[in-house]
């Protein structure tokens, strides 16, 4: 008989089909209650399947007592409450690397966006404002710059190898330093945002990232500075970003995510030195297959007693 498989979340649709068709598949989002849904079935559940933004909460894992196995359609497992997990014992997959490309691809596009205001160039040309106006404004050159990764892990290192084209100059700021690279380290963030031009955020987000680039580091990094975010809307204050933006204490902001997915604050979508981006940075269809191949890959070894190649926890 097959496994049966909560699924928190629709995902990508050749993967979830798959799913399907190895598995019986209980989907979590479409029960009216959810609670009644999760007790009819939890004699049977051993795992659990999800995406990055809804991963598995306690009280989700709670009302499954015999889960063994979450796999996450995705990198971040900040969604998923690992400490429950650990506690219990359920180990929890991911799916690294196969997406730093895409994501490292995504943000080094935002760096560009932001400096080189390509959404503004394109409304000015699509709108008629070059033949009404004439030339656009002058923007900000991106080559060459100060660039400041925060979090030089997986996703990080794919940054600074692409940066490298660009003749950036490359610094880092990482719980620890690295002995494998020779940008320059940075332990402070405060004191890194300082030094550079441009921050970009690839940092892994557990819990004690909340809201850590505030509106001091906002202030060190000053106003001919840009920020990217590509990790996770949180680790930004969102609050005191809109209030740097507004100000010019920043110059510009590239976001792929936000605080609360999908909303995003009106204030961001109304500034014209805002590139916005509706967290998308893994999602093309050569990553898609690939996370959803490594998803599967995940469940399978977890539940026919292989050795586990992706797993976090
Ligand atoms: C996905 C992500 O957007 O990998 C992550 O942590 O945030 C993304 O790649 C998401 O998990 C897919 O639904």
């Given at each position: 008989m097959a496994q049966s498989v909560v699924l928190v979340n629709p995902i990508y649709g050749p993967t979830q089909a798959e799913l399907e068709k190895t598995y019986t598949v209980h989907?979590?989002?479409?029960?009216?209650?959810k609670s009644k849904m999760l007790s009819e079935v939890a004699d049977d559940v051993r795992a659990v399947a999800t995406d990055g933004g809804s991963g598995a909460s306690a009280e989700l894992l709670r009302q499954l007592p015999n889960v063994e196995v979450v796999t996450v359609?995705?990198?971040?497992?900040?969604?998923?409450?690992l400490d429950y997990c650990k506690a219990k014992g359920i180990r929890v997959g991911n799916t690294p690397d196969v997406l730093s490309d895409d994501v490292a691809d995504l943000a080094v596009a935002l760096c560009l966006a932001s400096y080189r205001q390509i959404p503004n160039g394109h409304n000015y040309s699509r709108d008629g404002l070059w033949e009404t106006n004439g030339p656009m404004p002058l923007t900000a050159k991106f080559s060459g710059s100060r660039v400041g990764i925060f979090g030089l892990g997986r996703i990080g290192l794919a940054i600074a190898r692409r940066l490298q084209g660009f003749d950036c100059h490359i610094s880092y700021c990482n719980r620890n330093k690295r002995s494998d690279v020779e940008y320059q380290y940075f332990s402070d963030i405060r004191e890194m945002a300082e030094a550079v031009d441009c921050l970009i955020l690839a940092v892994a987000p557990t819990p004690d990232m909340t809201g850590f680039i505030n509106a001091d580091v906002l202030t060190a990094l000053g106003p001919a500075g840009h920020i990217v975010n590509i990790?996770?809307?949180?680790?930004?204050?969102e609050a005191a970003l809109i209030d740097a933006l507004k100000a010019n204490k920043i110059a510009g902001a590239g976001l792929d995510v936000f605080v609360n997915e999908p909303a995003i604050p009106d204030a961001l979508k109304a500034m014209s030195n805002v590139v916005l981006q509706?967290?998308?940075?893994?999602?093309t269809v050569q990553t898609r297959t690939a996370m959803g191949k490594l998803m599967l890959e995940n469940l399978s070894q977890y539940l026919c007693g292989e050795e586990l190649t992706a797993f976090v926890a």
């Open positions: 989907r979590l989002w479409e029960a009216a209650d359609f995705g990198v971040g497992v900040d969604a998923v409450d990790s996770r809307g949180l680790v930004i204050d509706p967290h998308v940075a893994s999602g």
